[in-house]
């Protein structure tokens, strides 16, 4: 078939067009696929030694070939190019996703964490994430202090729901969650010696990524305009116990014990005055993780003049039975531990309500010489009513009421201070040092 000269050249033409729309396109695809390479969720964790450590990890949409850490003690906001340290992601991969995450529309993720050596105590370091050429905000946090008169920390567990979306994960928005993370942001912006989150576990209703991507958009929300992000010490409950828990939450390989890595038990020297010891409830009691108590806790003893200890089912449940066998083998196996190396304080989670026990020891008040255990999770869950007959609630309180624990550690004493959502002062209570 023979075509005119008109004809040949409108198909000249159109087939420049096609071309140009085709490349424009590939363009615009190439930028949605750049910008789902984004870093998104930034966060902190502290180990072992979080005056000279810390485990940076995010999220993002798509997978990439890089992820790194652009840091330094200045701010370098809007020039990425002058941090003078970048560390590649030492841990990545995809996130897991289930066929219950497809069906509520959580988008595929990828996971990245690096770690953080040879940090100086008491510093700001301010830090851009990147994927690909693709750059987050900058962040920043401040490492533990060596030596310091007084210092605060945030503590509270069971997180669970949340989300800004009209529907997610079979529920509505947990606006409880959200207003617990902007008391927090609050709390930041108002005690800048506040250093870090203790957190008592429960952070979603499950570790699977539809729960945990909104439990890492709402954490948004308790960071200040001058984007700090307080680091958290990370402790695993009862719904954190599938694989998502594991790819999101890392701890390191450089400063925890092999044997221990994914066990999430694990001590840290805070400061050269304050030790914590976090316990994982959801799994053996007994054997290695006792062993391990068994040396751990008079070796932090003899080394600080502080000893706190943070897990997630309590001892002393202010709401569920204290006879159920995952109370009571609680008591059994880790109280003599406690009391044999004089803890000071006990963070406890897992009941959704306030309490402060009565200072206890050997199954009894004690005022002279007892440790006294808080909790008992109210950082969004729904709330339960406490049963404040109980013997070791008794001198102590409980209540039902969303709240954040603010731990202030100075020379002499712990003043602990149970914060409403209101910012009210929902309990107040001091231990002097024995």
């Not at 067009?17 to 190439?30: F, P, V, Y």
């Not at 789902?36 to 969720?41: E, M």
């Not at 009209?166 to 928005?173: C, L, N, S």
Request: proline share 5%; net charge neutral.
């Amino acid at each position: 078939m023979k075509y005119s000269p008109n004809k040949i050249q409108y198909l000249f033409y159109v087939s420049i067009l096609l071309s140009i729309l085709l490349i424009s396109c590939n363009k615009e695809a190439s930028k949605i696929d750049d910008s789902n390479k984004k870093p998104i969720f930034p966060r902190v964790v502290w180990v072992e030694n979080p005056m000279n450590h810390a485990v940076i990890s995010w999220n993002n949409l798509m997978q990439s070939e890089h992820g790194k850490v652009h840091y330094d003690t200045v701010s370098r906001k809007g020039s990425n190019s002058k941090y003078s340290i970048v560390t590649d992601a030492s841990r990545f991969g995809k996130v897991t996703i289930k066929k219950m995450d497809f069906q509520e529309r959580v988008p595929e993720a990828y996971y990245y964490h690096v770690e953080l050596n040879e940090l100086k105590p008491n510093t700001k370091y301010y830090f851009s994430l990147e994927n690909d050429g693709q750059f987050s905000d900058e962040y920043y946090f401040i490492t533990a202090p060596d030596e310091i008169e007084t210092i605060k920390f945030v503590a509270g567990g069971d997180s669970r729901l949340g989300g800004d979306k009209p529907r997610y994960a079979g529920r509505t928005p947990h606006i409880d969650r959200q207003n617990v993370m902007k008391l927090i942001g609050g709390l930041i912006k108002t005690n800048p010696d506040i250093y870090a989150m203790i957190h008592g576990a429960d952070f979603g209703t499950t570790a699977d990524w539809r729960h945990l991507y909104w439990f890492f958009d709402d954490m948004k929300y308790s960071i200040p305009e001058d984007n700090r992000l307080l680091p958290y010490f990370v402790s695993m409950g009862n719904h954190d116990t599938e694989i998502g828990f594991i790819e999101n939450f890392y701890l390191g390989e450089n400063n925890i014990n092999e044997q221990i890595a994914f066990s999430y038990y694990y001590s840290s020297k805070v400061t050269n005055d304050i030790s914590l010891i976090t316990l994982n409830t959801e799994i053996s009691l007994t054997g290695v993780q006792l062993e391990w108590m068994q040396e751990e806790f008079p070796k932090k003893r003899s080394e600080s003049r502080w000893l706190l200890v943070n897990y997630h089912k309590p001892a002393f449940p202010a709401v569920k039975d204290p006879e159920n066998y995952k109370f009571k083998r609680v008591r059994e196996n880790w109280v003599p531990v406690i009391e044999k190396n004089n803890v000071d304080l006990v963070i406890e989670s897992d009941g959704h309500s306030l309490k402060r026990t009565a200072p206890i020891r050997s199954g009894k008040v004690d005022n002279k010489s007892g440790i006294t255990y808080i909790g008992e999770g109210g950082l969004g869950a729904p709330l339960r009513e406490p049963d404040t007959t109980r013997w070791f609630l008794k001198g102590g309180f409980a209540s039902k009421d969303l709240h954040v624990w603010l731990i202030e550690v100075s020379k002499d004493s712990i003043d602990l201070k149970a914060i409403g959502i209101e910012n009210q002062v929902l309990d107040n209570y001091k231990i002097f040092k024995k």
